[in-house]
């Protein structure tokens, strides 16, 4: 079938305007994956670059509440060739799409294996992205038919993968990790970054706890010899925010844009490298 031949974005490219398309990837939920893609976006976007953020986690959208543009829908436009194309919304200078922007959030999305892979593709083609220097896509947890769906799809450039530092959330990442190294895939691992990887509260400013142990998403890159990509904090406000519809680089806490920042230019950094 073509599941099993079918090398990464074989075929046509669906994306013909955009330079560089960076995944952002995890084994587990809840690690900070659509923080981080949102952050990322907001970082690139900061560096004068054109960008997209596309929400491919059709079980769990996080991108409308977190910029803040829940139950705003995009318009669709007549492409000329009589198809409809998606208009991105556009919000703090990034062109956004996501699948909560198309379905009712009352309603679960119930699509088995196949079904999710086909509206992927569909999601893919049919948006109008034009033309961006960077597109990041906020990816579901795991490794599912998604993943092999959208490398088979658009040109990956590469997959950044964030973990947190506690085993549950490490051992997930390895199979991560694994996937995007597999021959039938080979997508490049920009690097991994570590979220949640302190806390420090207001009243203890050089103080450091360490919720979920130390250094595992370091020491997880050292092992697999990739790249680090930095450690971003446990803060309270990067939540708030989130929640909020105001990511950390669009808010007023400097340690966290500070971190977000830096892990953004290591990032770029390792992105030209590969080009
Ligand atoms: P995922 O996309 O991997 O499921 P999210 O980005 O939605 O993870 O993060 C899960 C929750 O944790 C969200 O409520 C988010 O605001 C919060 N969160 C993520 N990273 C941090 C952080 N560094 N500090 C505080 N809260 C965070
Ligand atoms: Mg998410």
Redesign the pocket.
Known sequence: TSNTTTARGDGQNQLPGVKNIIAVV?GK???????VSANLALALAAGGAKVGLMDA?IY?P?VPIMFGVRGERPLMKDAGNGKAVIVPLEKFGIKLMSIGLLVDDKNAVVWRGPMASSAIRQFITDVEWGELDYLVIDMP?GTGDIHLTMVQTVPVTGVVV?TTPQAVALADAKKGIAMFGQAQIKVPIIGLVE??AWFTPAELPNNKYYLFGKEGGKNLAEEYELPFLGH?????S??EG??AGVPALVGNDEISKQAFMEFASKAVRNIAMRN
């Open positions: 995890s939920g809840g690690v900070g994956k659509s923080t986690d769990g996080s947890p964030v979220n949640m971003i904090p446990l803060v309270q990067i939540r989130g929640d």
